[in-house]
Nanobody, 118 residues
Framework: QVQLVESGGGLVQPGGSLRLSCACS????????MGWYRQAPGKQRELVAR??????????YYADSVRGRFTISRDNAKNTVVLQMNSLKPEDTAVYYC?????????WGQGTQVTVSS
């Protein structure tokens, strides 16, 4: 079982930036795809971005709503996955989670709250 702890959320004004970090208790080097998800109030959890562990080539996916504003990266040596979020919008407000992709039911953490508001 991989335990995941998200951090870095907070309150930010529209147009601002946040850097989310996901610390993994075990090694993620053997996990091919890691992703960031979010769940807004009253909505289903959705995949925001994911990245493979393809060695020299990583295949990265972004949801249309965040493409060009968010950047996902992973550091297998540090067992971390980072989501850099720029040009934040009020509609980005949600609890953000990291997990494998597809997600493991027993690996969901507490998430980190991101609130974009003026």
């Amino acid at each position: 079982q991989v335990q995941l702890v998200e951090s870095g959320g907070g309150l930010v004004q529209p147009g601002g930036s946040l850097r989310l970090s996901c610390a993994c208790s075990g090694s993620i080097s053997a996990i091919y795809t890691m992703g960031w998800y979010r769940q807004a109030p009253g909505k289903q959890r959705e995949l925001v971005a994911r990245t493979t562990n393809g060695g020299s080539i990583n295949y990265i996916y972004y949801a249309d709503s965040v493409r060009g504003r968010f950047t996902i990266s992973r550091d297998n040596a540090k067992n971390t996955v980072v989501l850099q979020m720029n040009s934040l919008k009020p509609e980005d407000t949600a609890v953000y989670y990291c997990n494998t992709s597809p997600p493991r039911a027993d690996s969901w953490g507490q998430g980190t709250q991101v609130t974009v508001s003026s």
